[in-house]
């Protein structure tokens, strides 16, 4: 029997109906589009200069996701991903090993400062407003 792809533990995210599988080598694309992302948020004063522990991680995984979000799967994909980034520009990253809580998520989703950054959809799903959208990539 032929192995499938490899996942991480914890990487099926999500709940109920709306769980998602991302892959080991996606989460490593994750962090590394989130970053450069919240790095041109920076730039142009959408974000403040520090972010630290679940707002990190929370707004670099949506940022490096690029497709929306439930709550749920947006909720563990950031304690995932905020459970590897380790870069000194996001502190407190450390701590993070597992869900990033609820009221983590309202501190964010809730924050009038992020408005210009992360949307949510009518049909209850968020985004980030500087990913990528697929109209917006050139044809391969």
Known sequence: MEAGPRYLEGTTVGSGRDIIGVRR????????TGREIISRAKSEKLLPDTITG????????????????????WRELAGVVGGIMRDSTYADLARLRTLITQEQFLNVARN???GRFIRRLDDGRWVCELAPKLEDLPDE
């Open 54 to 73: 679940a707002t990190a991680a929370l707004l670099v995984t949506i940022a490096g996701y690029g497709e929306p979000l439930s709550e749920g799967q």
């Open 112 to 114: 009038q400062g992020y």
């Open 25 to 32: 080598d996606r989460i490593a694309d994750i962090i590394s």
